[in-house]
């Protein structure tokens, strides 16, 4: 009777061989994880943002080509962007004003990283209006920033509320420059 518990693969206590069940078990929950990772991978990758998404997060503008008094209107994430190449004129008003009597105080230097290019979003903070005055003979409001004519709000060459129902500054987006000709928004 020994002989025939030899050749079927027990030992003498009547277990099997305990390292090849160990085996089978590690083989078995390895399969199991790449298995659900297979299954789960679609499902977390699906929550990424398209690709027409990614494109939108940064823009390049060259703004070597904005002459002094000019401005030009850019899209960033589907919403306007005034980049003003501000002159001598509207840079002394921006910083000639006392920010303790705005609205939303902010001085101009934490507004813009070089004081001659003014970046801002174009879009009023009181109900989502594209303001005038980006392009030439447009109103620019009793301070010649912009004006936005829904509810008669005032910004003005540094994009401060200056008058009017809008609660807070024309938003300064986040931008770099890449060189001193090229900057990137967002």
């Known amino acids: 009777m020994a002989n025939s518990k030899a050749k079927s693969g027990t030992a003498e206590n009547g277990v099997q061989d305990?390292?090849?069940?160990d085996f089978i078990v590690v083989a078995t929950y390895a399969m199991g994880a790449v298995g659900a990772a297979a299954v789960a991978w679609?499902?977390?990758d699906q929550m990424n943002p398209a690709a027409d998404t990614l494109a939108l997060a940064s823009t390049e503008v060259d703004v070597s080509k904005i002459v002094e008094g000019q401005a030009i209107?850019?899209?960033?994430r589907g919403k306007p962007?005034?980049?003003?190449?501000?002159?001598?004129?509207?840079?002394?008003?921006a910083n000639a004003i006392d920010s303790g009597e705005l609205r939303h105080p902010e001085e101009d230097e934490t507004r813009v990283q070089k004081p001659e290019l003014l970046v801002v979003v174009g879009v009023c903070t009181h109900l989502g209006c594209v303001p005038l005055g980006q392009k030439t003979g447009?109103?620019?409001?009793?301070?010649e920033g912009w004006?936005?004519?829904c509810?008669?709000?005032h910004y003005d060459t540094s994009g401060r509320i200056r008058k009017g129902?809008?609660?807070?500054?024309?938003?300064?987006?986040?931008?770099?420059?890449?060189?001193?000709?090229?900057?990137r928004i967002g």
């Open 42 to 44: 679609p499902l977390i």
């Open 81 to 93: 962007v005034f980049i003003r190449h501000r002159t001598k004129d509207e840079i002394a008003r």
């Open 138 to 143: 447009e109103v620019k409001g009793d301070y």
């Open 147 to 149: 004006f936005c004519p």
């Open 18 to 21: 305990p390292e090849r069940r």
């Open 165 to 183: 129902p809008a609660p807070t500054n024309l938003e300064v987006p986040p931008y770099t420059f890449l060189s001193d000709s090229v900057i």
């Open 151 to 153: 509810h008669g709000s």
């Open 73 to 76: 209107t850019v899209t960033w």
